[in-house]
């Protein structure tokens, strides 16, 4: 091996890589992968449920084709984790909520599938804020994750588990959703790079709807190749799902190399100016923007004044599609029941109450008051014209830029318990990364330095038009290259 750098410390390339070489066997890889599971997820708390049975199965596949000879596939081997929103047969998909705690899975996600016929393994299932309904993975009803750079501190969310198991190195890859920011800002409070990709990209088949208009399935990793990798395998059409596009999937490998020479990155520099936006934050922001420019992109200022009324939309929008969405969880054919109940009524209203946390009944309650008779003009009506006036404001700023550069969360990661009994704090997370849900638009955060007082990860977010990822995967490698952040957190370097 490698000196002072175990197995779990691979990247999926190296992974891949070292497999095909026979210098490493899928099942050690496997096993250094629970190994460190065991060792740390008792401090993180990253994953709702380890399924060793299957990591190991895969990876004996991956074991026979190797003894066999056969060509391997682009992730043979590769640890992964999977936001416990998505089903996979073999596990529960409990959506970190009491109402589904025991729910098997019936059928496999669409991505999910995709990444396992990739040659991933999968680890496990990550905890979530309860149906993705969050900024710190404060609301699962199973308790929180915390941030491998510093324990006392939230990971992000809702896709936090994701990110943590990725940051912590318990896996190389992972899966999380993303409906307002929950794939970009757990990314940025967790040193990784995490990607969102355009509204139908990637299938949503097999996982668990929060918003419909709004959700997407992306990748975390701890490169932007291995993130790029991952897209690839999971992007693409699907019959199961109508809202999964046909459009041709870049090779997003190819982008890595093709340098931002001539690439117009426009500066979002209104966006910098939110209140709430750490000085720090700007500051690492405002160098990624000199860094893209030193080394040949043509970079720019642009201001989004609608968007920053995009969180006013999306908290409209988006509890209106989730109380829609949550409906189906009646304690009939899904989940947790009472056993006394009076009558069918009783037995909604009660299973409903006692399966559901706090989070999921405000959202369930604010989505349902803005569709009733009477508001529905007033709010959601209203929401949906502002969407269009972000969804336009975004395709002129794509006339002059191929890029837009913004931070992905106004601050770095905050201490457990900080915001959690403020939602309106809670939701001024998402303040960057929302308007690209409205629009359906593309998205990745990438680390763009260390908070200098904290030692805290900062994230970037470099957005692009629709179906153009390999345009931000492009900036988004250049730099990686050029920054070499050394992104370890404390409890594995320890
Ligand atoms: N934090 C946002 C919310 O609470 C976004 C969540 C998400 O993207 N799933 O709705």
Same mark, same amino acid.
């Given at each position: 091996?490698?000196?002072?750098?175990?197995?779990?410390?691979?990247?999926?390339?190296?992974v891949r890589?070292?497999?095909?070489? #026979?210098?490493?066997?899928?099942?050690?890889?496997?096993?250094?992968?629970?190994?460190?599971?065991?060792?740390?997820?008792?401090?993180?708390?990253?994953?709702?449920?380890?399924?060793?049975?299957?990591?190991?199965?895969?990876?004996?596949?991956?074991?026979?084709?190797?003894?066999a000879?056969?060509?391997?596939p682009?992730?043979?081997?590769?640890?992964?984790?999977?936001?416990?929103?998505?089903?996979?047969?073999?596990?529960?998909?409990?959506?970190?909520?009491?109402?589904?705690?025991d729910? +098997?899975?019936?059928?496999?996600?669409?991505?999910?599938q995709?990444?396992?016929?990739?040659?991933a393994?999968?680890?496990?299932?990550?905890?979530?804020?309860?149906?993705?309904?969050?900024?710190?993975? +404060?609301?699962?009803?199973?308790g929180?994750?915390?941030?491998?750079?510093?324990?006392?501190?939230?990971?992000?969310?809702?896709?936090?588990?994701?990110?943590?198991?990725?940051?912590?190195?318990?896996?190389?890859?992972?899966?999380?959703?993303?409906?307002?920011?929950?794939?970009?800002?757990?990314?940025?409070?967790?040193?990784?790079? !995490?990607?969102?990709?355009t509204?139908?990209?990637?299938?949503?088949y097999?996982?668990?709807?929060f918003?419909?208009?709004?959700?997407?399935?992306?990748p975390? !990793?701890r490169?932007?190749?291995d993130?790029?990798?991952?897209?690839?395998?999971?992007?693409g #059409?699907?019959?199961?799902?109508?809202t999964?596009?046909?459009?041709?999937?870049?090779?997003?490998?190819?982008a890595?190399?093709?340098?931002?020479?001539?690439?117009r990155?426009?500066?979002?520099?209104?966006?910098?100016?939110?209140?709430?936006?750490? $000085?720090?934050?700007?500051?690492?922001?405002?160098? $990624?923007?000199r860094?893209?420019?030193?080394?040949? !992109?043509?970079?720019?200022?642009?201001?989004?004044?609608?968007?920053?009324?995009?969180?006013?939309?999306?908290?409209?929008?988006?509890?209106?599609?989730?109380?829609?969405?949550?409906?189906?969880?009646?304690?009939?054919?899904?989940?947790?029941?009472? #056993?006394?109940?009076?009558?069918?009524?009783?037995?909604?209203?009660?299973?409903?109450? +006692?399966?559901?946390?706090?989070?999921?009944?405000?959202?369930?309650?604010?989505?349902?008051y803005?569709?009733?008779?009477?508001?529905? +003009?007033?709010?959601?009506?209203?929401?949906?014209?502002?969407?269009?006036?972000?969804?336009?404001e975004?395709?002129?700023?794509?006339?002059?830029?191929?890029?837009?550069?913004?931070?992905?969360?106004?601050?770095?990661?905050?201490?457990l318990?900080?915001?959690?009994?403020?939602?309106?704090?809670?939701y001024?997370?998402?303040?960057?990364?929302?308007?690209?849900?409205?629009?359906?638009?593309?998205?990745?955060?990438?680390?763009?330095?260390?908070?200098?007082?904290?030692?805290?990860?900062?994230?970037?977010?470099?957005?692009?038009?629709?179906?153009?990822?390999?345009a931000?995967?492009? $900036?988004?490698?250049a730099?990686?290259?050029?920054?070499?952040l050394?992104?370890?957190?404390?409890?594995?370097? #320890?």
């Amino acid at each position: 091996m490698m000196s002072g750098r175990t197995i779990a410390d691979m990247t999926a390339v190296e992974v891949r890589d070292a497999i095909e070489r #026979k210098e490493v066997s899928a099942r050690e890889v496997a096993e250094a992968a629970l190994a460190r599971v065991e060792e740390l997820d008792a401090h993180v708390h990253a994953f709702n449920q380890v399924c060793p049975d299957l990591a190991l199965q895969a990876a004996a596949r991956i074991d026979a084709m190797v003894a066999a000879g056969e060509a391997l596939p682009p992730l043979a081997g590769v640890p992964a984790g999977i936001k416990d929103n998505m089903n996979l047969v073999g596990t529960r998909t409990t959506c970190s909520s009491r109402i589904l705690q025991d729910y +098997e899975s019936v059928y496999t996600c669409t991505a999910v599938q995709r990444l396992l016929d990739a040659g991933a393994l999968p680890v496990g299932k990550c905890n979530l804020d309860e149906f993705a309904f969050g900024s710190s993975t +404060e609301n699962s009803a199973f308790g929180p994750t915390r941030n491998p750079w510093d324990l006392e501190r939230v990971p992000g969310g809702s896709s936090g588990g994701s990110a943590a198991a990725v940051a912590a190195r318990m896996v190389a890859v992972s899966l999380g959703s993303d409906t307002g920011g929950s794939i970009r800002q757990p990314g940025a409070l967790t040193g990784t790079v !995490a990607v969102k990709p355009t509204y139908g990209r990637v299938s949503r088949y097999g996982l668990v709807a929060f918003a419909s208009s709004l959700d997407q399935i992306g990748p975390f !990793a701890r490169t932007v190749e291995d993130a790029a990798l991952v897209l690839q395998a999971i992007a693409g #059409k699907d019959p199961l799902d109508a809202t999964s596009v046909d459009e041709p999937v870049d090779d997003y490998r190819a982008a890595l190399d093709a340098g931002v020479e001539g690439l117009r990155v426009g500066l979002v520099t209104d966006m910098l100016d939110i209140e709430g936006c750490a $000085a720090e934050v700007r500051e690492a922001v405002e160098g $990624a923007a000199r860094t893209l420019a030193a080394l040949g !992109a043509e970079v720019g200022e642009v201001a989004l004044p609608m968007s920053r009324h995009g969180l006013s939309a999306y908290y409209i929008i988006g509890p209106a599609e989730a109380s829609s969405n949550l409906a189906r969880f009646d304690g009939i054919r899904y989940g947790h029941r009472v #056993k006394d109940a009076e009558d069918v009524l009783d037995l909604y209203m009660r299973s409903r109450a +006692e399966g559901f946390g706090p989070e999921s009944i405000r959202r369930i309650m604010l989505g349902t008051y803005a569709l009733s008779a009477g508001y529905y +003009e007033a709010y959601y009506g209203q929401a949906q014209k502002t969407r269009t006036l972000i969804i336009r404001e975004f395709a002129e700023a794509f006339e002059r830029f191929d890029v837009l550069l913004t931070p992905t969360s106004p601050t770095v990661a905050f201490k457990l318990g900080e915001k959690a009994s403020d939602p309106l704090a809670m939701y001024l997370s998402d303040v960057y990364t929302i308007p690209l849900n409205l629009a359906g638009l593309p998205g990745i955060s990438v680390p763009v330095g260390l908070c200098p007082s904290t030692g805290l990860p900062i994230g970037a977010q470099i957005a692009a038009r629709h179906f153009d990822e390999a345009a931000m995967f492009r $900036a988004a490698a250049a730099l990686e290259r050029a920054l070499a952040l050394d992104m370890v957190p404390p409890l594995v370097r #320890k």
